[in-house]
């Protein structure tokens, strides 16, 4: 049986780790992501290649750490890539245990075991009151329970007394993961050897998930005098991950001190449990010598080695920097004070007042491209941003140097040198979210409105999305294809350009057919609040030649004569399809397909937008310097009646069509206007008119229309 099994099951995998995040309520649906701002899009291709984008506070530290090494002419080998996106610690997520799966699987082959559906691997403690858990079982321990069950199925036989009796003290120990308190039976007289010895390591497992330590110890230390167990030389590494857990688990140094001691030992004498006590003698140090292992690791973080090792050696670093600085006072300035990769992560991603001095002082000294990119992000000095312009694109800080450097042109009111600087950047060949960065940028500098147009589109990055405010890989359905605006294009949609834009928008052809399509949709639904037939006309006609398929569901608007007939048309529209709405979406590639039926009443106005319309709507823009007075006076009008009558879009079409109805009972649309009318009240947001609009639409339509299929369809109306 391998080493490594064998040590993480007599260990019963003691390693103390963090458990991983848990599922959370109420999450959004993944949306796109056009600029990281957790890391890199590609870490194991280009990020560790040396183009590694813009360096955000926001980034993960293990990215900032990767970002500093290459800043500093380091480079990472094809096998350290391959870990960069990773936690070397795993089996810790209480939901997520292939090891636990195979143990399940294992059992099932033993005839007569009874089927365990679920291992909860978190054991609770109580100090004072206050109850916190911790990962008892990990992964690999249940993973080597599995092979010693085969291993001993092979040796006794699958239906033999010897292994049932091994299984069932197994499954004691394995009851002890959580709240169990269950000790295998000691062996008895003539026993066969080898379930004795197992039984004797049972024991001590089952004293150690419990909590026993002393217990645990002197289990183990049973073991290790026993020259037939196969387990013996396993037994002063076990002893010592006992007092590695107890310092751990219970907040005692002295344990952990023992334990560092006794790890040393193991890693000096060599053998089997060299490689494993240095490995564990890392761990210890990094909690009983936190300052100096900060400084050690800061050194070998600069050095290429396995991919594993770093892994560890960048948690074990971001830990200490959470531990040292985000979890005590007073710490930052030792922490930072020890090492140069230190200094600057926490310049970088935890500002302290003096970050733009410092900053400065610090490149000043060193003229390191780390530290213009820190002087960058937190100061404009003329120096650094002179110093930006004159980073290569083939430098690692290009990026960042280009993007920060151009934000702080426009801080100090240098637009057209930022506009000059953001346009030779972009031909440049960058990454994708850094030429998304620059093209915001950019589009807030817009002059005029061909410069607006050409700079609004932006491909979303194809690896990732946000998802629940994290920027994870997307599965098939959720991947982000296509062109789409952001936030920046949408809100100056939405809230700054006056319906006229709005119109050369969408047969421009600077935008993208689907970009052109949401447009003329949205255009079409402001018409229609505004009363602007012609306009509504125009918008209309633009959306089916744009998607055909739409021509059925607008002929009735397109067909009118008059303004009233016009209104009650577009009326009618929004309610068959409540998906419409005045405002552009966030994200969003596709339009709404009108020759499909859509849930009747659900987001009318606008897929939700009538909840809280304004805020919705009022996405954060740039000020558009190229409008005039008289567009913004226009737009500003517009808006105020947008808002006045999409406010609540269910009350406001459930009026119209109730207006509409007891004007026009001869028209074969009034009984499905009525239905329509209460399904949206039901459905859409509320206001202090809803239920009177929906009980007046339900008695004029079972009054007037008692026998139609609307009737029979409407059986309540809605508060």
């Known amino acids: 049986m391998k080493v490594r099994y064998l040590l993480a099951m007599a260990a019963g995998v003691l390693l103390v780790a963090v458990p991983e995040g848990l599922d959370s309520c109420g999450i959004a649906p993944p949306a796109p992501v056009f600029s990281t701002t ?25 990215y900032l750490v990767g970002a500093y090494r290459i800043l500093a002419g380091g480079s990472f080998s094809d096998e350290e890539a391959k870990w960069l996106p990773r936690w070397a610690q795993t089996g810790t997520s209480r939901f997520d245990h292939p090891g636990v799966d195979v143990w399940k699987e294992a059992r099932k082959k033993i005839p007569g075991a009874t089927q365990i559906y679920y291992y909860e691997i978190f054991r609770q403690r109580n100090v004072n009151g206050m109850y916190s858990s ?129 790890f040393d030992a193991l ?32 050194a070998e973080l600069m050095r290429q080695q396995s991919g594993e090792k770093l892994a560890q050696n960048i948690t074990d670093f971001t830990y200490l920097i959470n531990v040292l600085v985000d979890q005590q006072q007073g710490k930052a300035e030792e922490v930072a004070a020890s090492s140069d990769l230190a200094d600057w992560l926490l310049t970088i991603d935890r500002p302290r007042p003096d970050a733009a001095a410092h900053s400065l002082d610090r490149w000043q000294k060193t003229h390191q491209a780390a530290w213009l990119v820190a002087a960058l992000v937190h ?18 800080a290009y990026d960042s140097a280009v993007y920060y450097g151009i934000a702080r042109e426009i801080a100090t009111g240098h637009r057209d040198e930022a506009r000059k600087w953001a346009d030779e950047a ?36 194809p690896k990732l999305v946000n998802y629940d405010d994290a920027e994870v890989e997307p599965d098939a359905r959720s991947a982000m294809r296509g062109i789409r605006f952001d936030v920046d294009a949408v809100g100056a949609f939405n809230r700054q350009l006056p319906i006229s834009n709005w119109l050369d928008a969408s047969a421009n052809q600077a935008l993208p057919r689907n970009l052109q399509l949401q447009i003329a949709q949205a255009g079409w639904v402001r018409s229609t609040l505004l009363d602007r037939r012609e306009n509504g006309r125009m918008f209309l006609e633009r959306v089916v030649k744009l998607q055909p398929a739409a021509a059925a569901v607008s002929r009735e608007y397109l067909a009118a004569t008059s303004d009233e007939a016009a209104h009650i048309a577009g009326i009618l529209l929004l309610l068959r399809r409540p998906l419409l709405g005045p405002t552009l ?4 590639a596709d ?27 009022e996405a954060k823009s740039p000020d558009l310097e190229f409008l005039t007075p008289e567009q913004r006076t226009r737009r500003d009008a517009e808006w105020q009646q947008i808002v006045a009558r999409a406010g609540v879009g269910s009350s406001y079409l459930a009026s119209e069509a109730l207006r509409w109805a007891r004007d026009h009972s001869d028209d074969t649309r009034a009984p499905e206007a009525l239905y329509l009318a209460v399904q949206a009240t039901h459905y859409g947001c509320k206001d202090e008119h809803n239920g009177e609009y929906s009980k007046q639409a339900f008695t004029l339509l079972h009054q007037r229309y008692p026998k139609s299929e609307w009737a029979a369809k409407t059986k309540y109306w809605y508060q």
């Not at 397909?593 to 709507?617: I, M, P, W, Y």
Request: net charge positive.
């Open 267 to 298: 890693a000096k004498g060599g053998g089997d449990m060299a490689a494993a006590g240095g490995r564990l003698l890392d761990f210890v140090r990094v909690r009983v010598e936190p300052a100096t292992k900060v400084k050690e690791l800061s």
């Open 38 to 62: 957790w890391g890199p899009a590609d870490p194991v291709g280009e990020f560790a290649k040396g183009r590694i984008g813009v360096i955000r506070p926001s980034n993960q530290r293990r």
């Open 134 to 262: 911790y990962p008892n079982c990990l992964d690999d321990a249940f993973a080597t329970a599995s092979q010693t069950l085969e291993a001993r199925a092979a040796k006794w036989g699958k239906d033999s007394a010897n292994l049932r009796d091994w299984l069932a003290a197994q499954d004691h120990v394995f009851s002890d993961c959580s709240d169990g308190k269950a000790i295998p039976a000691a062996p008895g007289p003539g026993m066969d050897p080898l379930l004795a010895a197992d039984r004797e390591y049972q024991i001590a497992a089952a004293y150690f998930y419990m909590g026993e330590w002393e217990k645990a110890r002197e289990a183990f230390e049973s073991v290790a005098a026993n020259s037939t167990s196969p387990w013996q030389k396993y037994a002063p590494y076990l002893i010592a991950r006992t007092y590695l857990r107890e310092g751990t688990v219970d907040n005692r140094p002295e344990a952990l001190r023992e334990a560092e001691k006794r």
């Open 426 to 461: 972009l031909g440049q060949k960058l990454s994708l979210s850094t030429r998304n960065a620059i093209l915001s940028q950019r589009f807030a500098l817009a002059r005029n409105w061909s410069e607006f147009l050409k700079f609004s589109p932006r491909t979303a990055e």
């Open 591 to 617: 339009a709404i397909d009108l020759g499909k039926e859509q849930g009747v009443g659900h987001g009318t106005l606008g897929r939700g937008s009538g909840c809280g319309f304004q805020n919705t709507a």
């Open 585 to 588: 979406l966030f994200g969003s």
């Open 379 to 396: 100061g404009n000095a003329s120096e650094v941003v002179a110093a930006a312009r004159l980073v290569r694109p083939n430098e690692p």
